[in-house]
Nanobody, 119 residues
Framework: VQLQASGGGLVQAGGSLRLSCAVS????????MGWYRQAPGKQRELVAG???????NYADSVKGRFTISSDNAKNTVYLQMNSLKPEDTALYYC??????????????WGKGTQVTVSS
């Protein structure tokens, strides 16, 4: 199982970016997917999550600015980030809580994609 994230980059404050993360490999089903971020010297934190049923949750710091969505047919999750702030600068990681078989459940992580917001 692999998670391939893309879409990071450098943007000015107030700008937008869209991250994508596709899950590939042998999977039975996906329970939930999410985006985490880690800034230098800080702990990794949850940014946004979405379940297979479409329920979402967000960190307070991004509510109203970020939107998580998914395409279940493509096993892909997206993070639309608007009104970006310098404090959003971090390495963003994709996470998937999935079943590889009907009884084997695991967390998988993608390699981070860098988001840098300049002031």
């Amino acid at each position: 199982v692999q998670l391939q994230a893309s879409g990071g980059g450098l943007v000015q404050a107030g700008g937008s970016l869209r991250l994508s993360c596709a899950v590939s490999g042998s999977i039975f089903s996906i329970n939930a997917m999410g985006w985490y971020r880690q800034a230098p010297g800080k702990q990794r934190e949850l940014v946004a999550g979405i379940t297979s049923g479409g329920s979402t949750n967000y960190a307070d710091s991004v509510k109203g600015r970020f939107t998580i969505s998914s395409d279940n047919a493509k096993n892909t999750v997206y993070l639309q980030m608007n009104s970006l702030k310098p404090e959003d600068t971090a390495l963003y990681y994709c996470n998937a809580d999935l079943l590889t078989t009907i009884v084997v459940r695991r967390d998988y992580w993608g390699k981070g994609t860098q988001v840098t917001v300049s002031s």
